[in-house]
């Protein structure tokens, strides 16, 4: 079966820095395409980074440009989320998830899913 675990969330002060992982297994071959989203109490899933399949281009919400950063290892079943420069707003529940093929941002457009990780940001 597929799985996919994040790690990495906790409490930090604004201005602050924190790394979330996630490590899949079980992923079908190809499932290049990963991505983070966040959901904050009583608002919807929405998007924050991804990385897509072969040709690695990368894609962030505005709201996060130039704080947050995606990346992946060569095989591809384990990325990462640098969140640098937190502000309260951040504070969420962080999802990973994978795509069998890149179909787009939204979260409709990817197959499988973490359990999450929650991030508050708090002084």
């Known amino acids: 079966q597929v799985q996919l675990v994040e790690s990495g969330g906790g409490l930090v002060q604004p201005g602050g820095s924190l790394r979330l992982s996630c490590a899949a297994s079980g992923l079908p071959f190809g499932s290049n395409t990963k991505g983070w989203f966040r959901q904050a109490p009583g608002k919807a899933r929405e998007f924050v980074a991804a990385?897509?399949?072969?040709?690695?281009?990368?894609y962030y919400a505005d709201s996060v440009k130039g704080r947050f950063t995606i990346s992946r290892e060569g095989a591809k079943n384990t990325w990462y989320l640098q969140m640098n420069s937190l502000n309260a707003e951040d504070t969420a529940v962080y999802y990973c998830?994978?795509?069998?093929?890149?179909?787009?941002?939204?979260?409709?457009?990817?197959?499988?899913w973490g359990q999450g990780t929650q991030v508050t940001v708090s002084s």
């Open positions: 998830a994978a795509a069998r093929f890149f179909k787009g941002l939204a979260s409709a457009g990817f197959d499988f």
């Open positions: 990385v897509t399949g072969s040709s690695g281009s990368t």
